[in-house]
């Protein structure tokens, strides 16, 4: 299998130091791509911002923004089986980024708007013989929402989590399938996990 | 001496999973404190987000957000000789951040507030026997803004350096002191700089 595994989190520009960024370590993708690695197969990571090595059997793309992290991902995937769309991508990035630094003066407002949906643009160039996995970010703890993402992205499998996943060493996901079926999963690390995970995605393909 | 540095750059948060962060990798910081603690120094070091390994014989705080920095800073500040202000802090932050995760929709609209200036506190309760060194990242060639913050915050040095600077190996600097004197440094990596800068800190003690 050819996996596509998207890690770190993605950085939006404000003005030339700063940036909005998010807590995503990394850690969860390169436990995936290591679980990829260890079956077999052939692995690309993208990685934005990771604070963790990834393996370096797999082959890395480095991005900055969502932009180039859709760029990237949508130029990969045809070359893939299965992506595992794990990086957290800004929702929001700046309308307008500063081109030098802004000086600190008095109150400022900063105009934000959605960034483009990857897996939704995904879905749309998606073959039946490919199969995606997205996760769920849910400070509810009933997974409605994500439910709702997986049909709206032509997803395989979505991983819901509570919010505090992130920059975790631990994760206690349900996963959710698109007949409806969902299956949730004790607290367990995120090395752990990434092997559950890579199992249920090889099942996708029977 | 007892030497206080900070380090990293801080995060401010907009909501659960976001927040506002800069470039700074921690490097120049991490440097430094080894040339403390090679020259016999008492060394801490309040460490905000950094991407690099800080040497474990330092005393080591951790903060994340730039108000956490400045109560690390003034509580540590009158057992230190030395302050090195390292770090960069975050000028603004979100007024009023959101509790949970602020969900993907039409554009948003933040407003920022400035942040307290830690190098001004710091001034204010300065003692004679006290030594502050600042930085100041210089978007133009000639650091007249430099210049104009050693004076105001009291500072006994102020490093002016190019934006390109913040997450270069290398620093090409301008040191400034209060009697108007400028002293441009050649380029070097930051570990040459930081041996530099700390000989620069002793003499300012004479």
Redesign the interface.
Known sequence: MRVLITAGGT?EP?D????????SSGRLSAALADAALAGGHSTTVIAAAVAVPINPAARRIDVETSAEMMKAVLTEFPAHDLLVMAA?V???RP?TPAA????????????????Q?ILAAVGRIKRPDQRTVGFS?E?AAVPQRAAGKLIAKSLDLIVANP?AT?SSASIQPILIYPDGRREPLPVMDKSQFANELMSRCIQLFA
């Open positions: 950085r404000i030339a130091v700063r940036f909005i960024g998010n807590r957290a800004s929702d929001y309308r030098g630094k802004i000086e600190r003066s008095g109150p400022i407002t900063i105009e934000f708007e959605p960034t949906d970010l400070s919010l992130m």
